[in-house]
């Protein structure tokens, strides 16, 4: 399972990390818990949070965006 914090963009974050499966990563949308989206993941939570991070920061509101994107426990 990873975590994203993020105040903002929140749907797009979810409809883009909904979308994607390559590399044996995918995301599930979990919960919503304040600002932090929680997204079950298969493969390797560490390259998934990554994975998130680096999909997201690609996107034109990304590059702007303050988040967090990290594996949980």
Known sequence: M???ASAMQQEEIKNLLADYNE???????????GIKLYFDV????QQA?????QLIKAQP??????F????EG
Do not use: N, P, R
């Open 2 to 4: 990873i975590s994203i």
């Open 23 to 33: 590399e044996g990563i995918s995301y599930t949308f979990k919960e919503k818990k």
């Open 42 to 45: 298969t493969g390797d939570a």
């Open 49 to 53: 949070a990554a994975t998130a991070k």
């Open 61 to 66: 509101w990304g590059s702007v965006l303050y």
């Open 68 to 71: 967090q994107a990290v594996a």
